[in-house]
Each structure stands twice: as structure tokens, then as C-alpha cells.
């Protein structure tokens, strides 16, 4: 039996920002959909290019002492290793909120939170047949990853 592809979700594209940028962030239809208000002088998400069919997400509860929380992992890689990629990778050692586009037209998911910001991590690798930085982003929440229902420019009260 052979895999129907069409049927496969799979990533393509990741963004990220700093939990500073969304003016807020507030449930829109439950906890589990996002509505997020930004500052359009700001520039909210920014790309992330990784190798096409590289980026993998994971979720799983986990319990504890103090009830379940949720482990989250978005796993991709970017290729190549050069002096603009180390400067790219230090902007994302801050904290950060992770975007992650579908390719089914789902809604996108949100990583990370202002009091739980995703972190990120990499590990760079190289042979004689290519070179690369194995990257990811892991947040432990107390809800599963939202989705992000909508994103509007935020309208300060009068």
C-alpha cells in the first residue's frame, strides 16, 4: 500500500516575532483559536527559509506535579553556513513566537506565548556532501499550540 501524499499536511512556512510586536493576543472563538491585534507600523512576522520537506511539528501532553502541561517542538532545517546566517540565528536566541503555515489551508499555528515564548536551538552540521543547521523551536504551554483564526491591526480606544 502506497502513501496518498494528498492527504499529508506538511509545513511551508515558519515566521517568527518577539512577544513584544502583537499589541495582544486574545481567544477569538476558544482558547484554542487566536486572534492577534499588532501595531501596523511594525513589522510583525518575519520568514524563516528552510529546506523544502525538512520542517516537522510535535505536540504531546505531558503530565506533572502540577497537572498536564504541553510539549512542543518545531523541527526544520536551514541550509548552507555562512556569516549572514550566524547573524540571523542570533536574532532568534530572544525569545520568540513561531507562525507555522500548512499546506492543506488550515488555519496557522501559533508557538509560544508572552509568559511561555518558544526558544530557539540549533546545531550546525557539515560533510562532504552538505552543510546545514538542524534548527527548532520548543515551548512547554499550558494549552495545546492555538491556531490563528485572525490578525488585525489593533484600533486604540478613544
Not at 525538512?54 to 504541553?70: N, V, W, Y
Not at 536566541?93 to 499555528?109: A, C, D, E, H, I
Request: glycine share 4%; charged share 25%; hydrophobic share 35%.
Amino acid at each position: 500500500m502506497t502513501k496518498n501524499t494528498n492527504l499529508a499536511i506538511t509545513i511551508t512556512k515558519v515566521f517568527y516575532t518577539y512577544p513584544d510586536v502583537p499589541v495582544k493576543i486574545e481567544n477569538y472563538l476558544n482558547r484554542f483559536h487566536k486572534k492577534i491585534f499588532y501595531d501596523n507600523s511594525k513589522t510583525l512576522w518575519n520568514e524563516i527559509t528552510f529546506t523544502s520537506g525538512s520542517a516537522s511539528f510535535e505536540e504531546k501532553p505531558k503530565t506533572t506535579d502540577a497537572g498536564i502541561i504541553f510539549e512542543q517542538k518545531l523541527k526544520f532545517t536551514v541550509p548552507g553556513e555562512d556569516d549572514t546566517n550566524t547573524a540571523f540565528f542570533d536574532q532568534l536566541l530572544r525569545p520568540t513566537l513561531v507562525k507555522v503555515l500548512f499546506n492543506k489551508g488550515l488555519y496557522p499555528k501559533l508557538i509560544g506565548c508572552a509568559e511561555t515564548p518558544a526558544r530557539f536551538e540549533r546545531v550546525l552540521k557539515t560533510s562532504a556532501k552538505d552543510s546545514g543547521s538542524e534548527c527548532q523551536f520548543t515551548c512547554q504551554a499550558l494549552d495545546p499550540a492555538a491556531w490563528i483564526y485572525d490578525e488585525v491591526v489593533h484600533v486604540p480606544d478613544a
